[in-house]
């Protein structure tokens, strides 16, 4: 009995003397704390007493007893919530953003009829971008002479990209001087194709 007695009094002692000497500052490593349910069993069934605390309390006071003989696992934060026994939650991604915009203007041609007159007939083919006028050009204009020269004018004056038509956005344009004929036949033909569109 006296054997057992001095074997556990020498092992808390050498336990006690190397734990003070690990927890010391400068030693370089602390003591983790061991849970009671681990702590050595000195012969005789009790277990041995626990260390004092490497936290800086003063030797021979004695720490506060634990609530809890198990271990509490510390979730590390690069673990999935699968692994922590917890439910997997799926983001879907967020729905993409709709603007309110004007729909793109289409571009179209339309062409009038024929209209005959004093020195030949003619069509007028306007493009439209959405109901805006863009070019306009005659067709079927008689070339060379004096008549040929009356629709070069009325040609120069009413057609293209920034002509009397684009610009008036309309029939109602003024007669060329000298080709009263051909501008007539031109503004005909140009409201029929301003009506079909």
Same mark, same amino acid.
């Not at 054997?3 to 002692?13: S, V």
């Not at 030949?120 to 008689?142: K, N």
């Given at each position: 009995?006296?054997?057992?007695?001095?074997?556990?009094?020498?092992?808390?002692?050498?336990?006690?003397?190397?734990?003070?000497?690990?927890?010391?500052?400068?030693?370089?490593?602390?003591?983790?704390?061991?849970?009671?349910?681990?702590?050595?069993?000195?012969?005789?069934?009790?277990?041995? !007493?626990?260390? =004092?605390?490497? +936290?800086? *309390? @003063? $030797?021979?006071? #004695?720490?506060?007893?634990?609530?809890?003989?198990?271990? %509490?696992?510390?979730?590390?934060?690069?673990?999935?919530?699968?692994?922590?026994?917890?439910?997997?939650?799926?983001?879907? !991604?967020?729905? =993409?953003?709709? +603007?309110? *915009? @004007? $729909?793109?203007? #289409?571009?179209?041609?339309?062409?009038?009829?024929?209209? %005959?007159?004093?020195?030949?007939?003619?069509?007028?083919?306007?493009?439209?971008?959405?109901?805006?006028?863009?070019?306009?050009?005659?067709?079927?204009?008689?070339?060379?002479?004096?008549?040929?020269?009356?629709?070069?004018?009325?040609?120069?004056?009413?057609?293209?990209?920034?002509?009397?038509?684009?610009?008036?956005?309309?029939?109602?344009?003024?007669?060329?001087?000298?080709?009263?004929?051909?501008?007539?036949?031109?503004?005909?033909?140009?409201?029929?194709?301003?009506?079909?569109?």
């Amino acid at each position: 009995m006296r054997r057992a007695l001095l074997a556990i009094t020498g092992l808390a002692a050498g336990t006690t003397a190397l734990v003070v000497l690990k927890g010391a500052p400068g030693a370089g490593q602390a003591t983790p704390d061991v849970p009671a349910a681990l702590a050595p069993v000195a012969p005789g069934g009790s277990a041995a !007493p626990e260390p =004092p605390s490497p +936290t800086g *309390s @003063a $030797p021979g006071v #004695t720490p506060s007893p634990r609530a809890s003989s198990k271990p %509490t696992p510390k979730p590390s934060a690069d673990r999935s919530a699968a692994s922590r026994g917890g439910t997997r939650t799926r983001t879907t !991604p967020a729905a =993409p953003r709709t +603007t309110t *915009s @004007a $729909p793109k203007a #289409t571009t179209r041609t339309v062409t009038g009829p024929s209209v %005959t007159y004093e020195y030949g007939s003619l069509q007028v083919r306007i493009t439209l971008s959405g109901s805006r006028i863009v070019d306009a050009t005659a067709i079927g204009l008689p070339l060379g002479g004096q008549s040929g020269q009356r629709s070069d004018d009325v040609q120069a004056r009413y057609s293209g990209t920034s002509g009397e038509v684009v610009a008036r956005q309309s029939a109602n344009l003024s007669t060329v001087s000298g080709a009263t004929y051909t501008s007539t036949a031109y503004k005909q033909s140009l409201q029929a194709a301003l009506d079909k569109a």
